[in-house]
């Protein structure tokens, strides 16, 4: 294969509600879409990074210039074969794992595309429906949040991850619980406590959680290990683990018991396969996390999740949950909490290429040197 156009948009798609976390609020995200295009195929990769540095360092703007500066100019006009092959174009670039993961993401689909294969038998998949979660954001009131619980329920998703914040956690969380008493309900603060907060941590303890997702630091798992041996609660990673040398030795530490796997903070689904690899040989189980991705990085979520690890709901919840109008047909959908792979060459999904023409903030097209 060889690249020898690059398409970068960002584009702008409004949430249908506003989403609030310990460290961010949103009403609406911009993502980097890649196309890449050569040898009469063609790809598309999301870059679903955050546009402020309050989830990770990264933002779509140091996203941007690590693509056209660095990234694609180390892809475009080079042959490869493998996804290994080309990411090692770029293996000198440190960091910037949503940057990278956008573009690799446009390598795997164009690659399958030409195979005429589905991306998730590509990556060696197993299941042919993922089951789905939601993720609920911190409300203006209980009653606020208890109705959402409530609606997503009734919908069949088949568990309710709540963000959790200080203030806004053990009473909130009991709340949910008495009234869904034998619902699949987890926790995530986005690294808003320290080990001084061990007894709200240990108070949460009582609820039958799935698990506490990033309790403690982006970049911390030291004190997520003395945490974890505090609970009988599995501890969940997500902030701090980029690759799965992370996940190794995070799980060697003893700092989690599950690993939520998010294709973008991981650099690409290569590295999320063998986050996977790490954590099925040690008996961790993961599920796949979220970054509000469009219908492009969404379809990838759905992809990875089909590995046999994993084996807890995901974040992918259906598109309709975020947007009102997606940038991939068909839309991404979830049916009794569960939704379908697609068999269909790649992603498996097509890009509205108008709609995301009409929705992008900004444009930039590379081409190889002839
Ligand atoms: O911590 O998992 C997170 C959204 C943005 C940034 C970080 C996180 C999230 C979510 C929502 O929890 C995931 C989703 O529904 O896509
Ligand atoms: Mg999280």
New binding site residues.
Partial sequence: MRIDRVDLRIVRLPLVRPFRTSSSWKDHLDHILVRVEGDGAEGWGECASPSDPYYCPETTETCWHILKDFLVPAVIGRDWTTIEEVVANYRAVKGNRFARAGLEMACWDMLARSKGSPLHAMLGGTRGEILSGVSLGIEESVEALLEQVDRYLEEGYRRIKLKIAPGWDVDVVRRVRERHPSALLQV?A?SAYTLDDLPTMQALDDFDLLLI??PLAHDDIIDHARLQAELKTPVCL??SIHSADDARKAIELGACRVI?IKVSRVGGLLEAKRVHDVCQARGIPVWC?GMHEFGIGRAANVAISSLPGFSLPGDVSGSDKYYAVDVVDPPILAHRGAIGMFDGPGLGVAPIVDRIEARALRTLSLQARR
Avoid: H, P, S
């Fill in positions: 995530d986005n997702e990033q997500d902030e939520n996390g």
